[in-house]
Every structure is written in structure tokens, then in C-alpha cells.
């Protein structure tokens, strides 16, 4: 596979922004100039997510130039997507290639496990916890969806893989199997404030 074979829209550019460290001043505009409002921009910037630092990648087709200089191992989801997942080299990125902000909750303290909160994320009630930084990583993964001959671009982001949000959609085995992941892993949550200005 070759990241040509590849293709996404504005709608994946919008995704995308929760998982870049910097967003793309080009794609914020295009983004404004086909509807999107700031508030909405905003929003998706703000919601936690594992991040791509950015010097590794500021939007998609960065990211896909980047990340195809380097092998990965491909598998099936348990959606039907292809999930790519690539492991960088550290001599080559000995500060990662990005931040991971998913965490098991069995690795929290007792104590820690005290200021778990739960806040919607991605249209599901999820637990957080507040972090005052989070971890490097020097894996990513790329989840991919079949269309003839080229492949649609859903998500990407470092760290390792996550199984879907649940959702009313699935059978009834993937959705208690999503779920009970999402009841055993936290999103560690960074506080910042990276919004579009009036300006």
C-alpha cells in the first residue's frame, strides 16, 4: 500500500484536528470558508486525544507522507477496517512521534483512581483524568476502510490501538466487547486552550 492510494476529504481534515499537537492554519481556513464555525473548530480541537507532535505531521497528507517511509503490520478490526499499526524507530524519533492520552485504569493508583470523572467524548460518556502532561509514544495507527481501489481514510493517532466507541449500530457481542474496554481504559486528560481567534 502507498499513501496515494489513499484519499479523504474536508470532513476527515475536521476529524483530524483533535490529534494534531499544532493544527494547519491552511485547513482551519478551508474549513471556515466551507461552513464550519469556530465554536464547532474549537470543540473538536479541545476534545482529548492522543496528539502527533508537530514537527511529525500537521495534517493528513503530512501525516501519510510520513508515516509510509516505515513498515507496519495489518489487520482486520473487529468493524471490518483495516488497521495499520506502525512502530518508529527511537533513533530515529528518541522523543516519539506523538502523545498517547489513553490509559488502563488498573495502571492508576488507588488514589489517582479517586479523580476519575466522567465527561462525553465522542458522543459516549467516558472517564478522564486530569494529567499535567501526557506520555510520548513512537507507535501510531492508521485505521482504513476499503472502496474498490483505494482505501478511505477514517482516523489515525499515536499509541496503540482502541477498540471503537460503542454504539447502537454494532452486534450485540462487539458492543459489550467495546464497552468493556472503554470501562477499563481512561482518557488522560491535558489542559490547554488551542482555539481559532477572532483575528
Known amino acids: 500500500m502507498v499513501s496515494e492510494e489513499i484519499i479523504y476529504d474536508l470532513n476527515a481534515e475536521f476529524h483530524m484536528l483533535r490529534h494534531w499537537e499544532q493544527?494547519?492554519?491552511?485547513?482551519?481556513?478551508?474549513?471556515?470558508k466551507s461552513g464550519y464555525n469556530k465554536s464547532v473548530i474549537n470543540g473538536e480541537m479541545n476534545l482529548p486525544g492522543s496528539r502527533f507532535f508537530k514537527d511529525f505531521a500537521t495534517n493528513i497528507s503530512t501525516?501519510?507522507?510520513?508515516?509510509?517511509?516505515?513498515n507496519y503490520e495489518m489487520?482486520?478490526?473487529?468493524?471490518?477496517?483495516?488497521?495499520?499499526?506502525?512502530?518508529?524507530?527511537?533513533?530515529?524519533?528518541?522523543?516519539?512521534?506523538?502523545?498517547?492520552?489513553?490509559?488502563?485504569k488498573s495502571s492508576l493508583t488507588y488514589q489517582e483512581q479517586k479523580h476519575i470523572y466522567y465527561s462525553t467524548n465522542r458522543d459516549f460518556l467516558l472517564p478522564h483524568f486530569n494529567?499535567?502532561?501526557l506520555p510520548a509514544s513512537n507507535k501510531?495507527?492508521?485505521?482504513?476502510?476499503?472502496?474498490?481501489?483505494?482505501?478511505?481514510?477514517?482516523t489515525s493517532f499515536p499509541g496503540e490501538n482502541a477498540m471503537p466507541i460503542p454504539n447502537e449500530n454494532m452486534t450485540k457481542d462487539l458492543y459489550v466487547e467495546c464497552e468493556f474496554f472503554w470501562n477499563e481504559h481512561v482518557f488522560m486528560q491535558l489542559e490547554q486552550n488551542d482555539s481559532v481567534s477572532d483575528s
Open 140 to 154: 501510531a495507527c492508521l485505521i482504513l476502510k476499503k472502496a474498490e481501489d483505494k482505501y478511505i481514510f477514517i
Open 63 to 70: 501525516l501519510l507522507s510520513s508515516i509510509f517511509r516505515f
Open 131 to 133: 494529567v499535567k502532561s
Open 75 to 104: 489487520r482486520i478490526s473487529p468493524t471490518g477496517n483495516l488497521v495499520l499499526e506502525f512502530l518508529f524507530p527511537n533513533n530515529i524519533f528518541p522523543s516519539g512521534i506523538g502523545t498517547n492520552n489513553l490509559i488502563k
Open 23 to 32: 493544527n494547519d492554519p491552511a485547513i482551519i481556513k478551508n474549513l471556515l
